[in-house]
């Protein structure tokens, strides 16, 4: 939801706002998921309906449409957008009405309806908006994103290695795979990485901590098969976990890249979110904090 305190606010593209303004009155998680406004979380907003609306004070209407183009302008976000011309303006009264159910906040202790800002709603606008019969889904623009149709769900992938033999164990959902350069530089942060994995109720492990196969890569593929989640440490750029990393990606396991310098995370990587560390004390300790929940999070997914 775009609003403003502009009553020409919409009337021509492009809109401008402070970026600050991007993510108030918008729930936690998906604060989280959209504030760092990179390639992947700017796709996803392009994807979504947008509810264009004015502060209160303005008494005009509310629109709905799309955004076509996101980009970051000094300290603003400026924002391409469109009408949908299948859908009629909803009248101000009837915004006021629909507030509530928009999640935009407008009791006596909420300042949403007075504030100019961009926010994230975790409602489905479109079938709200269906529901309500303020507008028919089957008439909407055929250049609205959101009237794209989902793909058909796909055959689950079959992987058949050709050089590594599938192990006979079944997937242990609290196994952490921890792939890391073999040097005793890192003992200290698997150490840490083990803690994570205790806290959160979960058991870490490491390649050369087994000696099952005479083939160390066997070994390795064999971890990554029966765990459920795989921490790798890019730092030091070393190509054998970017090629662990690979394989733990290949087989659908949830993948935590931790690395000691953002250089060490490679281009095609970076759009992944990764957790960076100091290899001292402290900043063990705060890895350690980090991991926790995220492992939390990835055990019960």
């Given at each position: 939801m775009l609003m403003s305190g502009l009553d020409a606010a919409f009337d021509q593209s492009p809109w401008e706002l402070e970026k600050g303004r991007f993510g108030e009155y918008t729930d936690d998680d998906l604060?989280?998921?959209?504030?760092s406004l990179d390639g992947k979380a700017i796709q996803e907003l392009l994807s979504l309906p947008a509810l264009f609306w004015h502060e209160t004070g303005c008494k005009k209407a509310g629109r709905i449409g799309w955004?076509?183009?996101?980009?970051?302008?000094?300290r603003n976000l400026q924002a391409k957008f469109a009408f949908d011309p299948f859908i009629p303006e909803i009248p101000?009264?009837?915004?006021l009405e629909l507030a509530p159910s928009l999640d935009i906040r407008m009791g006596k202790r909420e300042l949403e309806g007075h504030r100019t800002h961009w926010?994230?709603?975790?409602?489905?606008?479109?079938?709200?908006?269906?529901?309500?019969?303020?507008?028919?889904?089957?008439?909407l623009s055929p250049h609205a994103p959101y009237l794209?149709?989902?793909?058909?769900?796909?055959?689950?992938?079959?992987?058949?290695?050709?050089?590594?033999e599938t192990p006979v164990q079944p997937v242990d959902r609290r196994l952490?795979?921890?792939?890391?350069?073999?040097?005793?530089?890192f003992d200290r942060v698997y150490s840490a990485i083990s803690q994570a994995a205790e806290s959160a109720g979960l058991h870490a492990q490491k390649a050369n901590d087994i000696w099952e196969h005479s083939v160390l890569i066997q070994e390795i593929f064999s971890l990554i098969y029966r765990s459920h989640v795989v921490v790798c440490d890019f730092s030091g750029k070393n190509p054998n976990v970017f090629y662990e990393a690979g394989i733990a990606h290949m087989l659908g396991r949830h993948v935590v890249p931790i690395t000691q310098h953002h250089d060490d995370v490679p281009f095609d990587l970076r759009h992944h979110r990764y957790?960076?560390?100091?290899?001292?004390?402290?900043?063990?300790?705060?890895?350690?904090?980090?991991?926790?929940?995220?492992?939390?999070t990835l055990a019960a997914s």
């Amino acid at each position: 939801m775009l609003m403003s305190g502009l009553d020409a606010a919409f009337d021509q593209s492009p809109w401008e706002l402070e970026k600050g303004r991007f993510g108030e009155y918008t729930d936690d998680d998906l604060r989280e998921r959209f504030l760092s406004l990179d390639g992947k979380a700017i796709q996803e907003l392009l994807s979504l309906p947008a509810l264009f609306w004015h502060e209160t004070g303005c008494k005009k209407a509310g629109r709905i449409g799309w955004l076509d183009e996101i980009k970051h302008a000094g300290r603003n976000l400026q924002a391409k957008f469109a009408f949908d011309p299948f859908i009629p303006e909803i009248p101000f009264d009837m915004m006021l009405e629909l507030a509530p159910s928009l999640d935009i906040r407008m009791g006596k202790r909420e300042l949403e309806g007075h504030r100019t800002h961009w926010a994230v709603k975790n409602v489905d606008l479109i079938a709200f908006l269906d529901e309500r019969r303020i507008i028919d889904r089957r008439r909407l623009s055929p250049h609205a994103p959101y009237l794209i149709p989902k793909t058909a769900a796909r055959e689950p992938m079959q992987v058949s290695p050709k050089v590594f033999e599938t192990p006979v164990q079944p997937v242990d959902r609290r196994l952490v795979a921890v792939m890391m350069p073999f040097t005793a530089g890192f003992d200290r942060v698997y150490s840490a990485i083990s803690q994570a994995a205790e806290s959160a109720g979960l058991h870490a492990q490491k390649a050369n901590d087994i000696w099952e196969h005479s083939v160390l890569i066997q070994e390795i593929f064999s971890l990554i098969y029966r765990s459920h989640v795989v921490v790798c440490d890019f730092s030091g750029k070393n190509p054998n976990v970017f090629y662990e990393a690979g394989i733990a990606h290949m087989l659908g396991r949830h993948v935590v890249p931790i690395t000691q310098h953002h250089d060490d995370v490679p281009f095609d990587l970076r759009h992944h979110r990764y957790i960076q560390y100091l290899n001292n004390g402290e900043g063990l300790a705060t890895l350690a904090s980090q991991l926790s929940p995220r492992l939390v999070t990835l055990a019960a997914s």
